[in-house]
């Protein structure tokens, strides 16, 4: 098992997040043209349907609209999701072994916490 991660329109939205965060702090006056941007690619990516986002709402409270895009893209790119072929009696090794692992401790086992606790 490995994280799912981001690609493609995905991972420009992101790219676009961090950019509008970046601006925030050194030159605010980007911010309106960088929230029109991170709609556009919320759209393309088909990512505005999917939370039922207009683009009216969505740019009057953009903040608000930017928080919802960060948490759904950190809960795609946070999904567990099969790598490679195992076969059964062997181990993993390598790095498959230590994604693997990270895979089976990210969630809590009965009472055991998981390790990101």
């Known amino acids: 098992m490995a994280n799912a991660g981001l690609y493609e329109d995905l991972a420009e939205l992101e790219n676009l997040l961090a950019e509008y965060q970046a601006a925030t702090l050194q030159d ?10 991170i709609w556009e690619a919320a759209e393309k990516a088909e990512i505005a349907a999917d939370l039922n986002l207009d683009k009216e709402a969505a740019l009057a409270e953009v903040e608000t609209f930017l ?9 795609i ?14 181990a993993p090794t390598g790095e498959a072994l230590v994604r693997n692992l990270v895979q089976m401790t990210r969630l809590a086992n009965g009472e055991v916490p998981s390790l990101r606790r």
């Open 77 to 90: 790119a946070d999904t567990a999701i099969a790598d490679g072929l195992h076969i059964l009696g062997r």
């Open 28 to 37: 605010p006056g980007k911010r309106d043209l960088l929230a029109r941007m």
């Open 67 to 75: 928080e919802t895009l960060h948490h759904y893209l950190s809960e």
